[in-house]
C-alpha cells in the first residue's frame, strides 16, 4: 500500500483493506502520519463504516450509497441499466463472464455439424428416393432436387440454431459441452440476434475458418460472428 501510495494510485481518502481490519478504511486512517503527504484535513475526516463493491462498475462505494439485489450491491450511477438488463432477461454478474476456450467451442460445434449432418443425410435420402424415381433421370429434376434440398437444409439450420440459441442460449451441442451464448453483459441473446448470428457464422465459415480460429487468440475468446454480433459465448 505505501509503495501505490507514493506512485499516486492510493490517495489520502482511498479506501483501502488488509487481512486483520474489520471494515475498509480511508488510506489516511490506516497509516495516520505515515503517509507522509496526506493533508491534515484529510487525516481528520472520518472513514465511512462499512464499504461495497458494485458488481456492475467494480468501484468502491458507502454501503448506503448501493443498493442491494440477492448477493450483490449496485451504486445509484449503474442502477437504471441494472434494473433495464434484469427487465430483459440478463443475469445478475457478481463479476467477469467466465468465457468458454477455443476447443470447448470447437467441440460444441462439432456435436451440432454431426447432429445436422446426419439429419440432412436422412432427409436427403429420402427425398432422393421418392422424387427420383417420379423424375427419372431427367437433369432438370436433379437440378431441382437440389434447390429444394438445399432449400430444406437452410431451413433446418437457420431454425435450430434461432429457436435454441433464442430460447435456451445454447444448441444441443453446446449444451453438452455446458457452455452458452450470451450479450456481452451476460443477459439472453434475442430471436432477432441470433438469426443475425447465423448468417454472422457463415461469414466466419467462408474465410477459411478465420473467423472462427479467431476465438482462439482474442481476450474475450469471440470468434468473428461474436464480434459483429457482440455476443460472448460463456461456461455454465
Not at 37 to 55: H, K, R, W, Y
Not at 179 to 188: C, E, H, P
Request: aromatic share 10%.
Amino acid at each position: 500500500m505505501d509503495e501505490f501510495a507514493r506512485g499516486g494510485k492510493i490517495q489520502p481518502d482511498t479506501l483501502v483493506w488488509r487481512e486483520g481490519m474489520a471494515n475498509w478504511e480511508a488510506y489516511n486512517t490506516t497509516r495516520g502520519s505515515a503517509a507522509g503527504s496526506v493533508p491534515a484535513a484529510a487525516a481528520s475526516a472520518a472513514p465511512p463504516t462499512q464499504g461495497a463493491v458494485c458488481s456492475e462498475c467494480g468501484k468502491l462505494f458507502a454501503i448506503e450509497d448501493t443498493i442491494q439485489y440477492g448477493d450483490v450491491r449496485v451504486c445509484a450511477a449503474c442502477k437504471p441499466l441494472f434494473v433495464q438488463r434484469l427487465a430483459e432477461g440478463g443475469q445478475v454478474r457478481s463479476g467477469a463472464l467466465n468465457y468458454a476456450g477455443f476447443w470447448t467451442r470447437f467441440g460444441a460445434v462439432f456435436l451440432d455439424g454431426l447432429l445436422l449432418g446426419a439429419v440432412n443425410i436422412a432427409i436427403s435420402m429420402v427425398a432422393g428416393l421418392g422424387f427420383g424415381a417420379a423424375v427419372g433421370a431427367r437433369p432438370s429434376g436433379q437440378v431441382g432436387l437440389q434447390l429444394v434440398l438445399f432449400a430444406i437444409q437452410m431451413a433446418i439450420g437457420i431454425s435450430y440454431e434461432v429457436i435454441l440459441i433464442g430460447k435456451y442460449g445454447a444448441t444441443l451441442g453446446k449444451k453438452a459441452c455446458k457452455i452458452k451464448v450470451v450479450t456481452a453483459d451476460g443477459g439472453r441473446v434475442s430471436y432477432a440476434r441470433a438469426f443475425g448470428r447465423y448468417f454472422a457464422k457463415l461469414l466466419s465459415t467462408f474465410t477459411c475458418l478465420i473467423g472462427y480460429i479467431m476465438a482462439a487468440f482474442d481476450a474475450e475468446k469471440r470468434a468473428l460472428h461474436d464480434r459483429i454480433c457482440d455476443t460472448r459465448v460463456i461456461k455454465k
